[in-house]
């Protein structure tokens, strides 16, 4: 998990090759639409007006971690520690979770990705999203989807965990591809 900042700063001179080489897993990376309002004419902004019921009974460290995560943009790259045909990545509020996301919305097992690699180089990895029973719901594309119920992810799918936690979801090659947008939403001037 990175900033999105110096991971767009330090994939600038990558070809396509490098990039899918050196990052072969799909990607989370939030929302071009929150990534514009956090950089808003190149300048940061804050991302969220603190939702009371989750911020009220937060310690103070609480509160400092969610405004760290909400007022950067992420990417986050859909690994699981075991490596095989079909990984399972989790994602939840809890260090036992793959995409650990400490903020008090997310579920301890808020969600996962299921990422199925293909035997064949040509065809390109499946992945699938479901809900792991989560409180504040996970949504694709603005639909709260039901738990524990497969959903295939397609490149550019917006995933919401909770009510304000958005990400695009990218395969590595397609996620090369919008590096371009990415920069220029969050102000790196490239030379092309």
């Known amino acids: 998990m990175e900033k999105i900042l110096p991971f767009l700063i330090h994939t600038l001179s990558m070809s396509a090759e490098e990039f899918e080489k050196r990052f072969p897993h799909p990607f989370l990376i939030t ?3 929150k990534l514009r309002l ?3 004419k190149g300048k940061v902004t804050s991302l969220h007006t603190y939702n009371k ?3 009220a009974y937060a310690e103070p460290q609480h509160i400092r971690i969610e405004e760290e995560w909400l007022r950067q943009g992420w990417v986050i790259p859909v690994v699981s520690s075991k490596a095989s045909f079909a990984q399972m990545i989790t994602i939840g509020r809890t260090s036992n979770n793959d995409i650990v996301i400490p903020l008090p919305m997310i579920s301890k097992l808020h969600a996962c990705i299921l990422v199925e690699n293909s035997l064949e180089k040509k065809q390109q990895q499946q992945a699938f999203l479901m809900d792991g029973g989560s409180t504040n719901g ?3 594309n603005g639909q709260r989807i039901v738990s524990h119920v497969k959903i295939s992810l397609k490149n550019g799918y ?3 965990f909770g009510q304000i936690l958005e990400f695009e979801f ?3 090659s397609d996620f ?3 590096l371009p947008l990415f920069r220029q939403i969050v102000g790196i001037k490239t030379s092309q």
């Open 31 to 33: 929302s071009k639409s």
């Open 38 to 40: 956090l950089y808003n």
């Open 53 to 55: 019921f989750a911020t």
């Open 138 to 140: 996970t949504y694709l």
């Open 158 to 160: 917006l995933l919401r």
């Open 170 to 172: 990218y395969f590595s």
């Open 176 to 178: 090369y591809k919008n």
